[in-house]
């Protein structure tokens, strides 16, 4: 210890070794117990039967974190380019919507999709359900939007998308702006100055992009239960379900919250790896 | 220079902020409908606003909201702040090794999270419990409650939890930019290293504070999911009610509380964007850092800055006695009962008459469905007194001894009740229930999406309907009809029957027959038509109807599932005088009148249940519909072709839950 000041720690400390760390073994030592207070493995190794509802979650997730990459760094990258004043505005515009209830966001995205949604009416009026039919000879009355793993992929893309764009925006609004200047110098195209010294430059703000979409998209319960339609089961729906839905067994939750746990240890230390990203994605 | 965007990136933007703001307005648009709706526009009204007064749930779960939030951000500000300044003080090793546990409760998933904190929680209280029990008995002076359950306080220690790393996140980078000189100097010059963090390092942290608190306060209004595993059964958070209410219908209360806040939170912002552009104007935020020393100077030798120090102490002491006690006052004092039944299952105004009646206060909470209430109990978060399960249920209940003896003398009301509805199998000798409501299971269907009249559960499975069927949610339900249609017992025990009947929904349900799984969720689909078919409750049919008048029901020609809810008293229900006070109360006609009225579910009251087509023409000058009243209550020619469900062995109850999963995945 260096000086007195570190005891300033000592009171957190204290908090997340009884907070953080004792639940967590607690959850382990669930995991590998039986209701009777046996020790046994077959909570992981009964996890073989849930193997679609992993590569679901793990699929939808992936794609909502690529779609929300695709939109969030050119949003990110634009914004980092306008006036001090234009971007204050529109980093309060991004924080803003976290004020309302994401529960109620995702409801209303129910009402917009429903087959006698918002969308579809509008697409009614608009003709492009006539269109459609006429080009496939098919007679449908509505795209089935609601209730399908598209639904979910929009709601995880809407909720999270802010998680994206923060750090983004954060890295490249400090870009050393003499380096793409000294890149144009040496005479590279503005393709090349994005691909050789933006981009590398804001790789820690990706990651860590991607990382705070990726871990609440691949467990969310909520957003695949409304816009699913509750067939699109989740990770997040099944351990919902093992401690306070149909299926009570929180051993069998908490060993894949274990599982669940250390697939986000191994985002950590691959995010460790490439530097200090976290941390400018959760700073305003 | 750098150089603006063109055209392009701004229309890229705009069309992001689209995207992110269309829910929203419409959110804010339809909290000034007319009408129920989400969807249709039914002309201008701010009766959503005045409404929002009455509605005691919403406000105080708003009220639950904001205190948990500003307690939890004030306490995670504070200690944040410290810890971030102590690990700054350590050595690299010490740091890097605390920061990576501090990372944890940010970067793992809310739901493990959630779950861990609960699964502590629950171990910690029956710990607890036993040491409690121990020290009452070895002695008398301090008796320590021996039973403590989840609750305000638990949901503050997991609001803190999560809130603290991000103030250390915000606050550590500002003190690493922080020139450590600054501290010596001051040390220097005479201040002690405790004036040194008051002086120095606090003031140049100050913004990596702000926006530490600010972020803490934003994630933890915003929290739901930590907030439903740790919360129990007597607190709810906004997010917990709205989260009850997207099952069955949004109420759009909750649009109108929304738009407050989102407003609220509007005008704050830019107040404070149009106060920091002027600031910047002005210049004043640059160089700021330079007078410090000389400032610190002065301030030592000043007299005025002690008072200065003492006011700011005083007011902060201030701000948290009061809010302390705010929360003492909000937590208890009253009498109370906890009751925990199913949505929509009760005429509300019961509720406050019964508060004003005898000044107990109701904690009105709703599950989801026998499945989930047995696990709210078996999981120890819910602290419930009543609770309303369906027969087979309560059989399991019973079972494994979780029901208390019902104190019948102090239920008088209880001789009202029907005595077709006692002593019914699941509670042979009427020891542990009070009928709440009975009713039957059927079709629902749209009659404008049909072309047939249907009569038989086989339109669920057939494929003219495809992608038109919504599922029951429920393993009982979903099997149970199979197992109906196959013409088997819905009761069985043979598991080859139960096979079959799992087969015939698998099948349907890989080649797309079903829209969804639903439970409550059926309200809006079916009212909006937007599935042709669902099969749910008789009562619940008729709420549907008052807001699609296409919809039609029936108990189909193979029958049905008949079923009684019923009042149970848990066996550790810690306010048991309260719950027989409460379950006389319902019981009484005029409540099984009205909420019969209601929810449009059979009282088991016998005079209610003859009273009421004449209680309806009276209130409403219009005579009931003799059909409506034989949906409600079922004549015993239709109850005889149904079978009512009783409690499950449990391998055959496991066996359930192994197909309705495999089902789902």
Redesign the interface.
Known sequence: MKNKRALFAVPYVVWMAIIVVIPILIMAVYSITTEEGQLTTENFTGMGLYLSVFTRSFWLAIIATVISLLIGYPVAYWMSKEGPGFQRVAMALIMLPMWINFLLRTYAWMSILENNGLLNQLFQVLGIIKLYNAVTGQNIEYFQMIRTPGAVVLGMVYNYISFMILPIYSVLSKLDHSLVEAAQDLGADSFEVFRRVILPLSLPGVLSGVTMVFVPAVSTFAISRLLGGGTEMMLGDLIENQFLGGAYNPHLGAAISMVMMVIVLVCMVVMNHFGEGEEQAVML | M????GIG??I??GI??L??????F??II?SFNQGES??VWQGFSFHWYAELFHNRLVIESVATTLLVSLVATAISTV??T??????????RR?REG?M?????????????TG??????FV?FFSGWGSFAGWVNSVQHVIVLPDRLKLGMATLL?AH??FD?P?VI??V??RLRQMDKNLVDAAQDLGCT?MQA?FKVILPEIMP?IV?GA??AF?MS??D??IS??TAGSSTQT??MT??GM?KKR?TPV??AV?TI??VV??VV?IV??VR??RL?ARGERQHRDHPKLDAIREYLGSPKSRWMKRGVALVCVVAFVTVVSMLTAFTNSQPVVNVCSWGEYIDEDLITEFEEATGIRVNYQTAE?N??L???L??GGADYDVVVPSDYMISQLIEEDMLAEIDYNAIPNFSLIDDRFKNLPYDPENKYTVPYTWGTVGIIYNTTMVDEEITSWSSLYDPKYA?QVLLI???RDAFGIALNYLGYSMNTTNEDEIREAYNLVKEAYDRGQ?????MD?VF?AME????AIATYYAGDFLSMQENNEDLAFVIPEEGSNWFVDAMCVLKDAPHKENAWKWIDFIASTDSNLRNMDYIWYASPNTEALEKYPEWYEEQYEEPLDEETYNIIAAPPETLERCEMYVVLPKHIRELY?EL???L??
């Open positions: 750098k150089k603006r965007p990136g701004r890229g933007i992001a902020f995207f992110l703001y269309m829910p929203i419409l959110l339809f989400s969807a200690v944040g410290f810890a971030s300044v102590g690990l700054y003080s350590m050595g010490w605390l990576t546990v501090n990372n944890i409760p940010m970067m793992n998933a809310d739901i493990v779950v861990s904190m609960c699964l502590f171990a220690i803190i939890a603290i991000y996140l915000n550590s980078p290293w963090f990596g926006s600010l972020i934003t209004i915003d739901f999911v439903y595993f906004l997010s709205i989260y997207t949004v909750v649009n929304s806040i989102f939170v509007l912002l404070n964007n920091e552009a910047e469905s499945e989930t047995y696990s709210l078996k999981s992608g949610g429920n393993s079903f829209q969804g799984k639903v969720e809006q909006g038509g937007n599935a839950n309705w999963i495999d789902g995945i």
